[in-house]
Antibody, heavy 122, light 111 residues
Framework: EVQLMQSGAEVKKPGESLKISCKTS????????IAWVRQMPGRGLEWMGV????????RYSPSFQGQVTISIDTSISTAYLQWSSLKASDTAMYYC???????????????WGQGTLVTVSS | DILLTQAPLSLPVTPGEPASISCRSN???????????LDWYLQKPGQSPQLLMY???NRASGVPARFSGSGSGTDFTLKISRVEAEDVGVYYC?????????FGRGTKVEI
């Protein structure tokens, strides 16, 4: 069974750094792009960017370029989303999701993690 | 960025009755392959989004046959032939033709 298991909720202060994870299982990690999607409180879904485990290529939405970093560790089939300096406006639920077509990020998100709630407050 | 406009934003439904959601794009989502790069998702209360339809009209695995998707180019529709109580939640369309990939604002379906 394909699963994406995300790390637990985080409470941070403005200016702190953070790295959340998305551990995948049940499929071959390498050939499927992994996306990160933000959902701010009471709001809709926003695609942040993707990473290709085969070569670590990343694509970011301009809205998130320079604000976050997406990375992977292929040895443990895990993707990461990190911030170097959090802001209160980063408070949101963050989902990882798999693009379901082999080698193609221009494809549907067929499997989703359960979400990681990040709260940034002084 | 490609803008997706969903309508309505709120949709009261009655079990057993049909329901329909529109998603309009400000650019054609027709790929040179002939497929429309438009997907639909349902986010049930308190849950992660789940894939309903891909390439505009293909039901994802396990999705009931009462769900159907149609449309081409810039106009798309998700239909539920007979709404069931478990269909409540927020429905999103998403385009995967061009980065940044974008979602519609969502349509809240409630009984």
């Amino acid at each position: 069974e394909v699963q994406l298991m995300q790390s637990g909720a985080e409470v941070k202060k403005p200016g702190e750094s953070l790295k959340i994870s998305c551990k995948t299982s049940g499929y071959t990690f390498i050939p499927y792009w992994i996306a990160w999607v933000r959902q701010m409180p009471g709001r809709g879904l926003e695609w942040m960017g993707v990473i290709y485990p085969a070569d670590s290529e990343t694509r970011y939405s301009p809205s998130f370029q320079g604000q976050v970093t997406i990375s992977i560790d292929t040895s443990i089939s895990t993707a990461y989303l990190q911030w170097s300096s959090l802001k209160a406006s980063d408070t949101a639920m963050y989902y990882c999701a798999r693009h379901g077509v082999y080698g193609d990020y221009a494809s549907y998100l067929d499997k989703w993690g359960q979400g990681t709630l990040v709260t940034v407050s002084s | 960025d490609i803008l997706l406009t969903q309508a309505p934003l709120s949709l009261p439904v009655t079990p057993g009755e049909p329901a329909s959601i529109s998603c309009r794009s400000n650019q054609s989502l027709l790929h040179r392959s002939g497929d429309n790069y438009l997907d639909w998702y349902l986010q049930k209360p308190g849950q992660s989004p789940q894939l309903l339809m891909y390439l505009a009209s293909n039901r994802a695995s396990g999705v009931p046959a009462r769900f159907s998707g149609s449309g081409s180019g810039t106009d798309f529709t998700l239909k539920i032939s007979r709404v069931e109580a478990e269909d409540v939640g927020v429905y999103y369309c998403m385009q995967v033709l061009q980065t940044p990939l974008t979602f519609g604002r969502g349509t809240k379906v409630e009984i």
